[in-house]
């Protein structure tokens, strides 16, 4: 997997929410072996890091043929974000395509321990 690169936030101080999407997902059933596609939604509130996107771009392009079920990925991303760019607070959400008729919203969100003061939402 590429790293993930980050780079210096010019306001460190001030809570802001960055939203980012990425609408071309793509991993693989690992059950099946098909394609699986959907949208991955990163929101987060920086502290002294920010994600740089065309290492983003290059990292969810790496899972496109890795076999992994949609709540090991969203949890292995959020994981990882998290350990790149240490985070206020961030929630990492995919939106997969119907399978089989049935669609998948996969949610997972990380706080940062001393940052709780309920200034923003958390599911």
């Not at 098909?34 to 890091?49: A, L, M, V």
């Not at 090991?72 to 991303?77: L, T």
Request: glycine share 8%; with cysteine; net charge negative.
């Amino acid at each position: 997997m590429s790293p993930i690169e980050t780079f210096d936030n010019a306001y460190p101080g001030r809570r802001y929410t960055i939203a980012i999407t990425c609408p071309e997902f793509t991993s693989v059933c690992p059950k099946t072996g098909n394609p699986d596609f959907g949208t991955i939604r990163i929101e987060y509130i920086p502290d002294k890091q920010c994600i740089e996107l065309k290492s983003l771009k290059i990292y969810l392009f790496g899972y496109r043929n890795q076999g992994i079920f949609y709540e090991m990925v969203i949890n292995k991303i959020l994981d990882d974000l998290v350990a790149a760019c240490e985070p206020l607070w961030m929630k990492v959400e995919g939106d997969f395509n119907p399978r089989g008729g049935i669609t998948t919203v996969v949610r997972a969100v990380y706080e940062k321990p001393e940052s709780r003061n309920g200034c923003w939402e958390t599911a």
